[in-house]
């Protein structure tokens, strides 16, 4: 079982990203799947999540209508597409997966990937 965080990188303020969230060896459809982020000397948050099958979705207030998540359970995937990136956006972002709703906070979920690193510098 494992959850693979892909698509980070450097960008200046203003533009995007799109974060992929690949699983093997297990179904994602059946997950509901969650998107954090941690900046160094800071906590873990919760960024983002989707629901199985995706009907309800949950942003953080200081990314709503920057931030969409997504996901295509055909192709084990979850997307998080990150516009306008701001300085304050920098940070690890790592996905999981939850058996439960679909929800912010650290303790629903089993599956995590490892992180990859998005900095946008101003």
């Known amino acids: 079982v494992q959850l693979q965080a892909s698509g980070g990188g450097l960008v200046q303020a203003g533009e995007s990203l799109r974060l992929s969230c690949a699983a093997s060896?297990?179904?994602?459809?059946?997950?509901?799947i969650g998107w954090f982020r941690q900046a160094p000397g800071k906590e873990r948050e919760g960024v983002s999540c989707i629901s199985s099958p995706g009907a309800s979705t949950s942003y953080l207030d200081s990314v709503k209508g920057r931030f969409t998540i997504s996901r295509d359970d055909a192709k084990n995937t979850v997307y998080l597409q990150m516009n306008d990136l701001k300085p304050e956006d920098t940070a690890v972002y790592y996905c999981?997966?939850?058996?439960?709703?679909?929800?912010?906070?650290?303790?629903?979920?089993?599956?995590w990937g490892q992180g990859t690193q998005v900095t946008v510098s101003s």
């Open positions: 999981a997966a939850s058996r439960y709703h679909c929800s912010r906070r650290i303790e629903p979920y089993k599956y």
């Open positions: 060896g297990f179904t994602l459809a059946y997950y509901a």
